[in-house]
């Protein structure tokens, strides 16, 4: 795809670079070529530099094995330029370890048990990792693909990894792939855990208005959030939504007791009930009683027995009415009060029961029931 000359001027390229980075990592030792004899002061050693193996691989026959050599040379650069001091093994040197050909260092790096191995003969803490691909479309215009991994060696974990497709010439590779490089390095955000528990079987569980579950007795869980704010909802018939703006921190898990009053609505108090039913039924006894005060003796009565029985039993039930209808009053006040307070308080509330029953010389009325 891409000619001799155009590869080596790459290499010559990105070969400048390796140079000066690598000339860094060259560490002089005090000695006496250097002007010190044995009475000068002491210099201790410096720490031995991590080391990191770095390697880019050909996918497919479309890409030449020297532009992938040349590549790495570049990836080296960046890597090391991140770290001072920072040793940096390239190809060459984990082939030669490896004594395996590209294919052979490409199923190593899938391998876990391999990676050991390799950070055992390498001394290696992390290994860059990655494949180029090369695609030609039907006009002719060039595309490229690659995939980096940065690996642990000692057990396998991926600390990260950078895919991308890029269009265009070898100019646009070579930015996307040094744009690459500090994601790599990105540090990775651990997610959080939610736990959720309700009081009320058959809730439904909803974070960010995505479902969770239905509550069954055994607590929801969701194994990766994304650390921050997240609005978490629980809904169940005949209740009041429980909804929560909850905070899920990085690497924690959260746990959540929804408690779920039940809905109100409007729900008249039973003073409403009670003191209607008072009202009504002493309003009725009032009227018949108050009409029965009315009446007049018949002919048949004599003038001593109307004095004496027939009008103080008027008198009675004229006073009876006025009785009824004060109490009439006391319930219409009391449902003037249940309507005022109906609705402040929407717990569930014990039913009350009011009841009237005629008695002689008048009527008795009793309540039953909290309010």
């Given at each position: ?14 070969g ?83 004594e ?51 690996l ?73 959030v ?34 779920l ?73 009391a ?10 308080d ?26």
């Amino acid at each position: 795809m891409f000619g001799a000359v155009r590869v080596a001027s790459v290499v010559l390229a990105l070969g400048a670079i390796t140079t000066m980075v690598r000339a860094q990592d060259e560490v002089l030792l005090p000695s006496e070529e250097a002007g010190l004899d044995d009475e000068g002061p002491a210099r201790l050693a410096p720490p031995i530099a991590p080391r990191v193996a770095v390697v880019l691989l050909p996918a497919g026959p479309d890409v030449d094995p020297a532009m992938t050599d040349a590549l790495t040379e570049l990836l080296i650069a960046g890597v090391a330029a991140r770290g001072e001091g920072l040793q940096i093994v390239g190809k060459e040197e984990l082939q030669v370890q490896l004594e395996r050909d590209d294919a052979e260092t490409a199923r190593c790096i899938e391998s876990a048990a391999c990676l050991g191995r390799l950070g055992a003969l390498l001394d290696v803490r992390e290994i860059i990792a990655g494949t180029l691909a090369a695609r030609v479309d039907a006009n002719g215009a060039a595309s490229w693909a690659f995939d980096l991994h940065r690996l642990d060696v000692r057990d396998g974990e991926q600390l990260g990894r950078v895919f991308r497709e890029v269009s265009g010439d070898l100019d646009a590779l070579l930015r996307a792939l040094e744009e690459s490089i500090p994601e790599l390095y990105a540090r990775r955000v651990q997610p959080g855990r939610l736990v959720v528990r309700a009081t009320v079987q058959g809730a439904a569980v909803t974070l960010d208005g995505a479902a969770i579950g239905v509550f069954e007795g055994a607590p929801l869980r969701r194994e990766t959030v994304e650390p921050g704010t997240h609005v978490l909802q629980v809904e169940a018939p005949g209740f009041r939504a429980f909804e929560r703006s909850v905070e899920v921190e990085e690497g924690a898990t959260l746990m959540i007791d929804a408690v779920l009053e039940r809905a109100g609505g409007w729900t008249p108090s039973p003073l409403v009930w009670v003191g209607g039913a008072i009202a009504i039924a002493s309003t009725t006894a009032a009227i018949a009683f108050g009409v029965a005060s009315q009446a007049e003796p018949s002919g048949d009565v004599s003038m001593r027995d109307a004095v004496e029985q027939f009008y103080p039993a008027r008198d009675a039930e004229a006073m009876a009415a006025n009785v009824l209808l004060g109490i009439a009053g006391g319930g219409a006040i009391a449902v003037a009060v249940g309507l005022a307070i109906s609705g402040v308080d929407d717990a569930p509330r014990e039913r009350a029961t009011a009841w009237v029953a005629p008695v002689a010389g008048g009527v008795a009325a009793g309540v039953a029931g909290r309010f």
